[in-house]
């Protein structure tokens, strides 16, 4: 007869399925900890997969409207200046007329006419870091003003030099949600250049303003030429202040952006990161099982019934 092993058949399958679980553990816990992540595919992600996609894409488009929205506040930054500077000029033309009319004496003023127009002109055709005009309204390869002197504006309509479109630039902080940034060259430059052409229409060769005035020239000067200049230097300073306000407005747009991304990113971690203290403890316990679990079978397997009969002595 034989002597059969302690361990039956289905015991061992048991053990060895035991083996196998303990091993399966082993790996999944040696992934996560090496990885961070609870699993590397949405099956062992299970029934929060939807959530974690949902997740995901919200932080995604939460970004991406943080990023459109940061290039605007660069663009309302850079028409601030410009926008500081026409203010500037307007006043700076205005001051001059006001102390020409006061002194009775239009020395230099058409040199300070002429500095205007040149820097004022410069900002209307101003260009991007792309080459595209900033106030073509649309028209981003089109100079958007056309006059090249002082002497110009008074060949047509002051209308006719600005050749911009209508379109002005919006963009996206949200869904749904969107800002106009877009500023256009004829809305900031249309008065000072009509004040300008007015002033310089006053200089004739006849009579220029460059010496003493005449009352004439004093009169229209105070009733032409400065309230022009005045309504100039009040809408640019108008517009200097409702570009602030969509500054400030791009600002807050763009911390709330990065709120929801931080928000939406927590979520995303919540679900897919695991608790590394919590991943190594897992790990050393599964070590220790399997380890156990094979142990026990390979114990289990020297194991047969002479171990348990008594020992016999034989007699000659």
Known sequence: MTIERVATNAQSQYLLSQIMKANAALDTTQAQVASGKVSSDYLGIGDKTASLEAARSAAARADAYASNTQLAVTQTDLQDTHLT????????????????????????????????????????????????????GGQGNSKPFTATSLSDLATGPIASFFQNGTQKK????????????????????????????????SDAPS????????????????????????????????????????????????????????LYKGFVSDIEDVDMTQAITKLSENQTALQAALEVTAKLGQLSLLNYLPATTTTG
Do not use: C, H, W
């Not at 500077?85 to 001059?96: F, H």
């Not at 009509?194 to 310089?200: E, S």
């Not at 306000?245 to 991304?261: G, P, V």
């Open 85 to 136: 500077t026409l203010s500037s000029l307007a006043e700076q033309l205005k001051e001059a007329i006001t102390t020409a009319v006061g002194n009775s004496n239009g020395t230099n003023l058409m040199t300070t006419a002429q500095d205007v127009f040149e820097q004022a002109s410069s900002i209307l055709n101003s260009t991007d870091a792309n080459g595209n005009y900033i106030y073509g």
């Open 170 to 201: 919006s963009v996206l902080v949200g869904d749904g949600q969107s800002v106009q940034i877009g500023v256009l060259a004829s809305d900031i430059g249309t008065e000072l250049m009509t004040a300008l052409n007015t002033l310089n229409l």
């Open 207 to 262: 009579g220029s303003l460059d010496e003493q005035l005449t009352t004439a020239q004093a009169s229209n000067l105070s009733n032409a030429v400065l309230p022009q200049a005045t309504t100039a230097y009040t809408d640019l300073n108008t517009a200097t202040a409702a570009n602030g306000e969509t500054y400030s407005r791009l600002k807050d747009d763009i911390t709330n952006q990065q709120s929801q991304s931080t």
